[in-house]
T-cell receptor, first 115, second 113 residues
């Protein structure tokens, strides 16, 4: 079945540091890949997405490239801010040809940015 | 822009009681999903509806049921509540089952005492 594995946290960085959160997946077919962010006490917000191999999703300084050869979708940001502190979820669509299958999520990575 | 609306935001129930959560999707979104997120856990898919018909079922207990109504809003009914049902319940909606892009509500926090 489909699964998502992402690095465990918490990940603690200083402000302006470079961020990488690793995400690898196992899937049949050609899933779409997503990063969602969850701030304390809030719902999940879509951060970025990629729908096919070699696509790069980007938003708010974050980037991730859909690498089919390594089945990865690592999240990166060049200079993090305190306001980036949140839980980040890597996810893939289980959609494979039809149906409202929903998303499969990784376990989440808690990111803490210190001033 | 309109978002996914969930109610109530917080709910406290006793064991063996019943709870109902409501979800109002983004206008013109035809697909609704329900997820359960335990403390410190990733969201677990429960069930989804497409055009008012159940589309897919995940790890939803038999004590839970859900439906989508003619106005596309959805309700999750939970009976014989157990302590382990305490969680954040998210509803999400989508305008296209092809892209897999979901828009989440802020969640309903259920506490079972």
């Amino acid at each position: 079945g489909n699964s998502v594995t992402q690095m465990e946290g918490p990940v603690t960085l200083s402000e302006e540091a470079f961020l990488t959160i690793n995400c690898t997946y196992t899937a049949t077919g050609y899933p779409s890949l997503f990063w969602y962010v969850q701030y304390p006490g809030e719902g999940l917000q879509l951060l970025l997405k990629a729908t096919k191999a070699d696509d790069k999703g980007s938003n708010k300084g974050f980037e991730a490239t859909y690498r089919k050869e390594t089945t990865s979708f690592h999240l990166e940001k060049g200079s993090v801010q305190v306001s980036d502190s949140a839980v980040y979820f890597c996810a893939l669509s289980r959609y494979s040809g039809g149906g409202a299958d929903g998303l499969t999520f990784g376990k989440g990575t808690h990111l803490i940015i210190q001033p | 822009a309109a978002g996914v609306i969930q109610s109530p935001r917080h709910l406290i129930k006793e064991k063996r009681e019943t709870a109902t959560l409501k979800c109002y999707p983004i206008p013109r979104h035809d697909t609704v999903y329900w997820y359960q997120q335990g403390p410190g856990q990733d969201p677990q898919f429960l069930i989804s509806f497409y055009e008012k018909m159940q589309s897919d079922k995940g790890s939803i207990p038999d004590r839970f049921s859900a439906q989508q109504f003619s106005d596309y809003h959805s309700e999750l009914n939970m009976s014989s509540l157990e302590l382990g049902d305490s969680a954040l319940y998210f509803c999400a909606s989508s305008s296209s089952i092809l892209t897999g892009e979901l828009f989440f509500g802020e969640g309903s926090r259920l506490t079972v005492l």
